[in-house]
């Protein structure tokens, strides 16, 4: 029975999912979906990218949390629309909460969202949220196993970004045994090893988005 149920959820959401897709391809307006674990540092990401791409494009935010709304207020400050959802327990986002908040942004005056997932390598990267583009976030005070733990999140994602890497020396963390695990069942995707602290690894990781964007506002 909750087999059945559960793919009825899916399959509910990629209707959904299909809908803000389209909606936002009307008004030209590329979705990122930030995905990775709780202090993975997904909002310094956003944050530093933030930064680096406004002066070329007009950047919404949407940041999930199960509550609270420290993330919403930290884009806010720079001067970025930006919306917090807080899902009350619920351990990702749906197609439909992106669905609903759409009206609260000018979608005529953005280029791309930005969408802060719930803190979690699991239930995130079973749902499409009908973004454009998917990024894992794995930190390296997280471990290098993770990959074979929880392969979906990796298989199901369009680039993935090893945060925290000034943090290499301190930590017992494989960064061959993560990029061999991640071409395992992701081949193609590419990897980038990025601080958010000293910049190392942004400009590569930036470009690597700026293009994404530029592809999908032709």
Request: hydrophobic fraction near 40%.
């Given at each position: 029975?909750?087999?059945?149920?559960?793919?009825?959820?899916?399959?509910?959401?990629?209707?959904?999912?299909?809908?803000?897709?389209?909606?936002?391809k009307g008004h030209k307006v590329c979705l990122i979906n930030f995905m990775g674990s709780p202090g993975a540092g997904k909002t310094s990401l956003i944050v530093e990218l933030i930064r680096r791409l406004r002066s070329e494009y007009s950047i919404g935010v949407i940041e999930g949390d199960?509550?609270?709304?420290?993330?919403?207020?930290?884009?806010?400050?720079?001067?970025?629309?930006?919306?917090?959802?807080?899902?009350?327990?619920?351990?990702?986002?749906?197609?439909?909460?992106?669905?609903?908040?759409?009206?609260c942004f000018n979608l005529d005056q953005l280029d791309v969202i930005f969408v802060e997932n719930i803190g979690n390598l699991v239930c995130p990267a079973e749902f499409d949220i009908g973004e454009n583009f998917r990024i894992t976030i794995l930190s390296i005070p997280e471990g290098d196993d993770k990959v074979a733990k929880y392969p979906l999140m990796f298989t199901d994602t369009d680039c993935l970004v090893l945060n925290k890497c000034d943090m290499l020396p301190y930590f017992d963390f494989d960064v061959e045994r993560v990029t061999g695990?991640?071409?395992?069942?992701?081949?193609?995707?590419?990897?980038?090893?990025?601080?958010?602290?000293?910049?190392?690894?942004?400009?590569?990781?930036?470009?690597?988005?700026?293009?994404?964007i530029r592809a999908f506002l032709q």
């Open positions: 029975m909750e087999i059945k149920v559960l793919h009825q959820v899916m399959e509910w959401n990629q209707d959904v999912s299909s809908q803000v897709r389209q909606t936002l199960i509550a609270g709304q420290i993330d919403a207020d930290r884009i806010a400050a720079l001067d970025i629309p930006a919306v917090q959802l807080n899902t009350d327990g619920a351990c990702h986002i749906e197609a439909m909460s992106i669905q609903n908040i759409l009206p695990d991640y071409r395992g069942v992701n081949p193609q995707a590419p990897l980038f090893l990025v601080s958010t602290r000293n910049g190392q690894g942004m400009e590569e990781l930036t470009e690597r988005i700026r293009g994404q």
